[in-house]
Structures are given as structure tokens and as C-alpha cells.
């Protein structure tokens, strides 16, 4: 099995999607594919920022909301045959409708606790990865959506959860064992403690996802697919001669990331370390 990450540039609209899916469909077909996506690039600031103004009261939260929605929709448009854009449209709607409650929940009791929180910023990913899942459902066949909240479990620590590796990794593999699908979508980001209630584990988060998933099923290969290729000597959006490093320890590679290299979310190696190196 093979875990691919889509990060928020690579599904960011609906032509970089596309690209997506015909990267998908040209893999090779004989390894089951399971595929991480992030939210639609900006879409996690957008969600913090209508989180915010619906706190302090701010109307201006029905705005962001409404650049949340039109975003999606038009996404789904530009990516769904015509005859089935109705049912997705009516299950992304359905999506949309609970995080403008929450919102105006929010509103309501001039309250963001930290809980709260997690379940706006969760929204980017469960978005991202329904769009996605529908549109390669349209293509391909033996596609299925998995929640992640339903199997990567961690503590209450919302915002930054740590997650429970014994419990996550048994319901990985016990989920992949019976699963038959040729791909899984799933949203990176996103998990929920023990009583079922949503977290998250870090802005960028979704790289560790994928990591987490990849550990567990013992993947022959993790492959994080974003704007930058590989990882650099220097920043190559600040730095002329910068090059890509050919090959990496972990060991560097955790280095790198923890200091300031964003192109790999930190806690994303260690599942690696933990398997190979005994800690
Ligand atoms: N969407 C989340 C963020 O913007 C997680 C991720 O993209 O990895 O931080
Ligand atoms: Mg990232």
C-alpha cells in the first residue's frame, strides 16, 4: 500500500485537483492507495478568522462563512458531472449547514473555547476530502471516504492533541485489513479523543496523518506532495542557490523541520524513528 499527502496548494481549486486525480489514476494501479488531502489552501486561516469574529460579536463572520461556502460549491461545480453535482452539492451543503451553526452558536454566547475551536478548523479538511472522494468517485470505481476522526484517537490537549499511537494503530490496520477499496480519502488533521469530540493535531497536522497511517499499515511508501520539491538546503522561496538534499536521514530530516523547515510538520517523523529506532 502506498500513502500519497495532498497538501493545501495541491487542492487549493478545482484545476489543481484534476491534477490530482490524474496522478491517481496514472499510479500504479496493482497497489491499494490510501490519500491524505489538507484543506483548500487559506481555507484553515478563513475558518480561525470567522471563529474570531464570531466571538467578538463581528458580523463580518457571515462573510467569511459565505467565501467558505462559494468556494466549495464552485469547486464542486467546476469537478462533478452536471447529472451528479445534486447529490454532492446536497452533502457538501449539509457539511457547510453544521459549521454555520457552530458559528452562530459561537456568536450567540461570545465563547471560542478551545474544543470549539477544533471543530471550526476541522471543517477544512472534511470539505477538502468530500470534494475529493466524490470527485475521484465520478472516475474511478472501489473508491471509499474514511473519517479520520473515527480511527486516529488522542488526548484532550485540543488544538495540539498527542495522539494515543496504541489505540490509533490498532484501528488502522484492523480498518485497512477489511477494507477493499483500491483508494481511501481521507482528511488529514483531524482526530477526536476518547469520547468521540474532535481535535486536532497542529497547524500542518496533516503531513503526521499521513505518517501515522503509513506507519501503521507498514506502507511500502509515503509520498507528501506539495508546492516545493523536496526538501531544500535553505529556503528556496528566500534563498537563490538553494538545492534539494538528494537523501535524508530521519534523524536530519526531524532536524531540519523542527528548525523552521515547513515543507515537513515535525512530529511527522516520528512514527519512522519510534519503529526503527527504539526510544
Ligand atoms: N489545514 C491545516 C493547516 O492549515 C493542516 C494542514 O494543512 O496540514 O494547518
Ligand atoms: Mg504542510
Redesign the pocket.
Known sequence: MKVLKF??TSVANAENISKIINILKAGDQKEKLVVVV??LGG???TLLEAGSFAKNGNSGYINSFKTIETRHIETVRALIPVDKQSGVLGGLKKILNELENTLEGISLLRELSIKTHDKI?SF??RLSSYIVFNTLRTQLENVSLKDSREIIITNDDFTQAIVDIETTNSNITSFFKDNISKIVVMP??VAANKNGETT????????Y?AALIASAIDASILEIWTDVSGMYTANPKLVKGAFPIENISYQEAMELSHFGAKVL?PPTIQPVLKKEIPM
Open positions: 497538501g493545501g489538507s484543506a481555507t484553515t486561516d478548523v477544512g479538511e488529514g488533521f486536532t493535531l497542529g497547524r500542518g497536522g496533516s503531513d496523518t510538520y
